[in-house]
């Protein structure tokens, strides 16, 4: 998961922000980066089809409508927030709803994320009435939420005995298909692992084997009573949706958060991360989830650092491959200033993705700060690429093929650099030192390919 917290509103409205103004972006650098440059930079951004298709992806994604089943304690509201990666805050009456199943939105940043149909499993609802049972109230209220998919949720630590809620639940995908004419999309979610035996392993990456295999058990006790029921489940996934928060460095337990304002939640932050299986959850979700707004509606509110990744992936794929053909130019140092541009415009991108302003000299100064590859050691590699273009004058094209390799990759290290630092969050320590080890692989198999 992510190592730096992403606002939902705010990354798609950074995102949105930039590609709308990137050609203003452009045209705003020096003379040294040549108006002819700038127009093939902003053809092969726009012109480019996943961009286009991504772009128009965030404009009309809607939140996914998901059923949740699962009895009281089985740890439903902290599924929502292990899969989102953030303590979201559920408005509770947003419809008021019966005493069988509640509607929340879940809302981050004054953005709803996902709306979410919550029933307590049949054996623990009422009827507010003798007129209509429990059992009648949830079919009703599934019928007009229309879910886009079911999350069937069973506690790992205490096997109950869940037969009456798996036939309840055949029946209302046995109502769902008659009315819509295709199942309802459902995936069994085996929560809470982290309390399995051996109980005291709560870091995933720590479990034992012996943890591992009484997992594997739970999985297999559940699916066979799910089987025996004749419920059609897509998976069954073991999860922990273990999160311990804090605010501000200092640990804060479930009842004093249930204390907190609702403008204090955006301050938690995960101060211990337990999730297992989560990401392969998501994974099943996104399969069965057939609606397409809606599927994006799930990777924006899931996996937005994904989504900004690509798009950083995406533009250092294409600045890069733009600095090869930047450095094919025949003539010696005509190359260096436009490609040093070129490089200090994709950080700055990258950099406004992961929230920071649009800022060449931002840029500059986090290419000093990794020393070594900083403005300088760059301004050197790069002179140091133009004497082999020398070699054109007794082999023409020769140097400039090997120049232009050089440059695509030292402009491809960067972005994926800024991409590590700005959006994954990671150390500047260790950002510098994984790019001083990638630059050294890259000179060595430079000469080994010579």
């Given at each position: 998961?992510?190592?730096?917290?992403?606002?939902?509103?705010?990354?798609?409205?950074?995102?949105?922000?930039?590609?709308?103004?990137?050609?203003?972006?452009?045209?705003?650098?020096?003379?040294?980066?040549?108006?002819?440059?700038?127009?093939?930079?902003?053809?092969?951004?726009?012109?480019?089809?996943?961009?286009?298709?991504?772009?128009?992806?965030?404009?009309?994604?809607?939140?996914?409508?998901?059923?949740?089943?699962?009895?009281?304690?089985?740890?439903?509201?902290?599924?929502?927030?292990?899969?989102?990666?953030?303590?979201?805050?559920?408005?509770?009456?947003?419809?008021?709803?019966?005493?069988?199943?509640?509607?929340?939105?879940?809302?981050?940043?004054?953005?709803?994320?996902?709306?979410?149909?919550?029933?307590?499993?049949?054996?623990?609802?009422?009827?507010?009435?003798?007129?209509?049972?429990?059992?009648?109230?949830?079919?009703?209220?599934?019928?007009?939420?229309?879910?886009?998919?079911?999350?069937?949720?069973?506690?790992?630590?205490?096997?109950?005995?869940?037969?009456?809620?798996?036939?309840?639940?055949?029946?209302?995908?046995?109502?769902?298909?008659k009315e819509n004419g295709f199942d309802l999309p459902i995936v069994c979610a085996i929560n809470k692992v982290d309390e399995l035996a051996p109980s005291r392993f709560k870091d995933p990456?720590?479990?034992?084997?012996?943890?591992?295999?009484?997992?594997?058990?739970?999985?297999?006790?559940?699916?066979?009573?799910?089987?025996?029921?004749?419920?059609?489940?897509?998976?069954?996934?073991?999860?922990?949706?273990m999160l311990e928060w804090q605010m501000d460095g200092v640990f804060i337990d479930a009842d004093a958060i249930n204390d907190l304002k609702l403008t204090d939640l955006p301050r938690l932050?995960?101060?211990?991360?337990?999730?297992?299986?989560?990401?392969?959850?998501?994974?099943?979700?996104?399969?069965?989830?057939?609606?397409?707004?809606?599927?994006?509606?799930?990777?924006?509110?899931?996996?937005?650092?994904?989504?900004?990744?690509?798009?950083?992936?995406?533009?250092?794929?294409?600045?890069?491959?733009?600095?090869?053909?930047?450095?094919?130019?025949?003539?010696?140092?005509?190359?260096?200033?436009?490609?040093?541009?070129?490089?200090?415009?994709?950080?700055?991108?990258?950099?406004?993705?992961?929230?920071?302003?649009?800022?060449?000299?931002?840029?500059?100064?986090?290419?000093?700060?990794?020393?070594?590859?900083?403005?300088?050691?760059?301004?050197?590699?790069?002179?140091?690429?133009?004497?082999?273009?020398?070699?054109?004058?007794?082999?023409?094209?020769?140097?400039?093929?090997?120049?232009?390799?050089?440059?695509?990759?030292?402009?491809?290290?960067?972005?994926?650099?800024?991409?590590?630092?700005?959006?994954?969050?990671?150390?500047?320590?260790?950002?510098?030192?994984?790019?001083?080890?990638?630059?050294?692989?890259?000179?060595?198999?430079?000469?080994?390919?010579?």
């Amino acid at each position: 998961m992510s190592k730096k917290d992403i606002n939902t509103r705010k990354a798609l409205d950074r995102i949105k922000n930039i590609y709308r103004n990137l050609d203003e972006i452009l045209e705003s650098l020096p003379k040294a980066f040549p108006k002819t440059m700038k127009d093939k930079v902003k053809k092969m951004v726009f012109n480019d089809e996943e961009l286009k298709t991504l772009m128009d992806e965030l404009d009309s994604y809607r939140p996914p409508r998901i059923f949740l089943v699962g009895r009281t304690g089985v740890g439903k509201s902290s599924l929502i927030n292990a899969i989102n990666g953030k303590y979201l805050a559920p408005v509770n009456d947003v419809y008021s709803q019966t005493k069988g199943a509640d509607i929340y939105d879940y809302v981050d940043d004054g953005k709803v994320l996902m709306h979410i149909l919550d029933s307590r499993g049949i054996a623990e609802s009422l009827a507010i009435n003798d007129k209509i049972s429990a059992e009648e109230m949830i079919k009703n209220e599934v019928k007009k939420f229309l879910p886009d998919v079911c999350i069937f949720m069973l506690n790992a630590s205490h096997r109950d005995d869940v037969d009456t809620d798996v036939r309840f639940l055949k029946e209302i995908n046995d109502e769902f298909k008659k009315e819509n004419g295709f199942d309802l999309p459902i995936v069994c979610a085996i929560n809470k692992v982290d309390e399995l035996a051996p109980s005291r392993f709560k870091d995933p990456k720590e479990y034992p084997i012996s943890k591992h295999k009484n997992i594997s058990e739970v999985i297999k006790y559940y699916g066979e009573i799910i089987d025996r029921g004749g419920l059609q489940v897509s998976d069954i996934i073991a999860t922990s949706s273990m999160l311990e928060w804090q605010m501000d460095g200092v640990f804060i337990d479930a009842d004093a958060i249930n204390d907190l304002k609702l403008t204090d939640l955006p301050r938690l932050e995960i101060g211990f991360d337990g999730r297992y299986g989560i990401e392969k959850l998501i994974d099943s979700l996104e399969k069965e989830i057939s609606d397409y707004d809606a599927l994006v509606g799930l990777k924006i509110a899931c996996r937005m650092k994904k989504i900004l990744e690509a798009l950083a992936d995406k533009l250092t794929n294409i600045f890069s491959g733009f600095a090869g053909t930047i450095a094919i130019s025949p003539i010696p140092v005509a190359d260096i200033y436009p490609l040093i541009v070129l490089q200090l415009v994709l950080v700055s991108l990258i950099a406004s993705l992961g929230g920071r302003a649009f800022s060449p000299k931002n840029a500059k100064e986090f290419l000093f700060s990794i020393g070594g590859v900083g403005i300088a050691a760059n301004i050197f590699r790069i002179s140091a690429q133009q004497s082999l273009k020398l070699l054109n004058f007794f082999a023409p094209t020769s140097g400039s093929a090997v120049s232009a390799s050089i440059a695509a990759f030292g402009t491809k290290t960067i972005g994926d650099t800024a991409k590590n630092y700005f959006i994954e969050g990671i150390d500047l320590k260790k950002v510098k030192k994984e790019f001083k080890h990638k630059i050294r692989s890259g000179k060595r198999d430079g000469k080994n390919n010579e």
